[in-house]
């Protein structure tokens, strides 16, 4: 079986192993029938035979790398509450908004049960008192099926008091965001969540971990991270390993989207799966759209350095795509095509992170907008060589490092130092900056071809807002 196509667009599977998104094919997934004739609340009811210590010890085992963007092992970070602090909290990271992801908003879609027993495993393993599952504000129908599963887990026992039957109770609480990327990040979600405006906190010194909801120590878990969890513990943590590498074992979701010819979210084998493999394999995306040349990709959702054709080979492997100087981020895969207009495409997603910053801190608030600004005017064909200086320089004093400012229109810009060295709370600030990075660092000649050359630059020709 090649590339069958699931039965509504978007997803596809083959004959990769399938952890996450083997219901999708049928068309009520989200309900708890298909959910329990499918081996649903298994992994649950496996669980709570077992003290909670040896659930948690599994999933440790297993090694599930967060898939928010961090890739945190869950197991790892659930140790990291102090201890006897009670009460202490989930909370579901259900905000997807990344440009380029949306593989959270299918789990949540077609397969909410999974989320919900991921969730109760997760608070019976890590000892928490209450789940708080966050659902980003414009996903309304993720939202509906979330809710009407919650409702039928409650009703059937699997959520609430004495879970089938145990001595183990917990809540699930549903809330909808009202549309920040920004929220995505842990501290602003958990400000949302609180009631105050989505607005990330300063960390170090506090982590969620120590001091999080309410004050309260908090496990903040992406929903794919969450998602896993059911087949690990009816399957056993070994069978989870002997999928991918040692380092990225399991599977991983990733959303195709851009110039190929099959766009979609698919679930890949962790680690072991290139971005060759991805982009042109006929199992994936079936290569460029009308025959066309790869110009570029961003490997890792909208705030991830760019690669180009020669890093096709990479495996989807966190480690190997941070030492090629990007990260895998949010699983989300934008691919370029040789009729891409390079400045262009830097603007729409420099202009996103302008528009979300949250405007806590100066370099973050007023450099995404400058940036948008004066990338605007070179794409206008308004712009001269300073402008370009003057991207770097702003961009600059959002990440500082070791960016040579060459005097001359060849730019001579050096890789940025990933991860970059920040002078804002949160990652939103260099998000604005990297597409221009990566834009002006591979493709400089499409700058200097927007733009006239001065020498003499009147001052207010190097401001912005004109
Ligand atoms: C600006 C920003 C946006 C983020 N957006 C999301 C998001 O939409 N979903 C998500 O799970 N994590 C997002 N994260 C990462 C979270 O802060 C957090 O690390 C994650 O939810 C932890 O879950 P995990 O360990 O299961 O990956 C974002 C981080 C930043 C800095
Ligand atoms: S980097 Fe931007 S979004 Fe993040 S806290 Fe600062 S101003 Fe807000």
């Known amino acids: ?48 035979a077992r003290p909670a210590t ?50 959270d908003r299918l789990l949540m879609e077609r397969d909410p049960h999974q989320l919900i027993e991921g969730c109760v495993i997760a608070c019976y393993a890590a000892g928490l008192s209450q789940c708080f599952l966050y659902i980003r504000g414009e996903m309304a129908h993720a939202q509906e099926r979330v809710a009407a599963a919650l409702n039928e887990a409650y009703a059937a026992g699997y959520v609430g008091k004495n879970i089938l039957g145990s001595k183990f109770s917990v809540d699930v609480v549903l809330h909808w965001g009202a549309g920040a990327y920004v929220v995505g990040e842990e501290t602003a979600l958990i400000e949302s969540l609180e009631g105050n405006r989505g607005m990330p906190r300063l960390k170090p010194p506090f982590f969620p971990a120590a001091i999080g909801l309410y004050g309260k120590p908090t496990i903040v878990n992406n929903v794919e991270t969450l998602s896993n969890l059911p087949w690990i513990l009816t399957n056993g943590a070994e069978a989870y390993t002997a999928i991918g590498t040692a380092t990225s074992p399991g599977t991983r979701m990733v959303a195709v989207s851009g110039h190929v010819k099959r766009p979609g979210v698919y679930e890949i084998i962790n680690g072991t799966t290139t971005f060759r493999d991805l982009i ?6 079936q290569g460029i759209r009308n025959g066309n040349e790869l110009k570029a990709f961003v490997p890792g959702g909208g705030s991830a350095p760019w690669f180009t054709p020669d890093q096709l080979d990479i495996p989807f492997e966190g480690p190997q795509a941070g030492a090629a100087g990007s990260m ?57 060589d300073a402008d370009l200086q003057q991207l770097i320089e702003v961009g600059t004093s959002i990440c500082p490092g070791d960016f040579p400012h060459a005097s001359s229109t060849r730019l001579g810009l050096a890789a940025v130092p990933f991860p970059y060295k920040m ?44």
């Open 1 to 48: 079986m090649t590339g069958t196509y699931a039965h509504a667009a978007g997803f596809y599977s083959g004959d990769r192993p399938r952890i996450v998104t083997s219901r999708f094919e049928h068309a009520d997934s989200y309900s708890l029938e298909r959910y329990l004739a499918t081996g649903g609340y298994q992994g649950l009811r496996k669980a709570l």
């Open 54 to 103: 040896d659930v948690h010890d599994e999933v440790k085992k297993a090694t599930v790398l967060g898939r928010g963007g961090a890739g945190f092992p869950a197991g790892t970070k659930w140790g990291l509450t102090p201890e006897g602090v009670f009460p202490r909290y989930l909370v579901v990271n259900g905000d997807e908004s990344e440009p380029g992801t949306y593989k």
């Open 280 to 285: 042109y394999g006929d199992d994936f995306c």
């Open 328 to 384: 895998l981020g949010s699983g989300a895969i934008m691919v370029m095509d040789h009729t891409t207009d390079i400045p262009a495409a830097a603007l729409t997603l420099t202009r996103f992170y302008a528009h979300e910053s949250c405007g806590k801190c100066t370099p973050c608030r007023e450099g995404g907008t400058w940036l948008e600004r004066i990338l605007r005017r070179v794409v206008d064909g308004k712009g001269t």
């Open 423 to 466: 002078t804002t709370i949160c990652f939103v600030g260099p998000s604005a900056y990297t597409p221009v990075h990566s834009a002006l660092t591979l493709f400089p000649e499409e700058f200097e071809a927007r733009v006239t050359k001065r020498t003499h630059i009147p001052v207010t020709a190097v401001g912005v807002g004109e």
